[in-house]
C-alpha cells in the first residue's frame, strides 16, 4: 500500500499546538458576557423541560431573554465598524 504525502512543506499545514492564540482569547473574553446569557438562558429553559412552567419560570426565560437581547446588542455595538463608515440596512 502507498501512503500519500505533502511533496511540498507550503502544503502541509503548521503542527496544531492545542492552545488558543492570545487573538482567540481575546475574542473569547469579548464574547463572554453574550455566552454567560446565553448560559443562564439555558439553565432556565432545562428546568422546565419535565414539569409545567410556573408563572416564576416565565420570569426567569423572559429575563434571561431580556440579557440575551442585551449582551448581544452590546456586543454588537462593541465590533461594529468605524462611525466613517456606512453600514445598509439599518434603520434611519
Do not use: K, W, Y
Not at 438562558?41 to 437581547?69: F, G, K, N, Y
Amino acid at each position: 500500500m502507498n501512503t500519500i504525502a505533502a511533496r511540498h512543506a507550503a502544503v502541509t499545514a503548521a503542527p496544531f499546538d492545542g492552545e488558543p492564540s492570545d487573538a482567540e482569547l481575546d475574542a473569547i473574553e469579548l464574547e463572554m458576557p453574550a455566552i454567560l446569557a446565553d448560559v443562564i438562558l439555558l439553565d432556565a429553559q432545562i428546568m422546565t423541560i419535565d414539569r409545567t412552567p410556573s408563572e416564576l419560570d416565565h420570569q426567569r426565560i423572559r429575563r434571561a431573554r431580556r440579557r440575551v437581547l442585551a449582551a448581544r446588542r452590546d456586543l454588537a455595538n462593541r465590533t461594529a465598524p468605524a462611525s466613517g463608515a456606512t453600514v445598509s440596512g439599518g434603520a434611519a
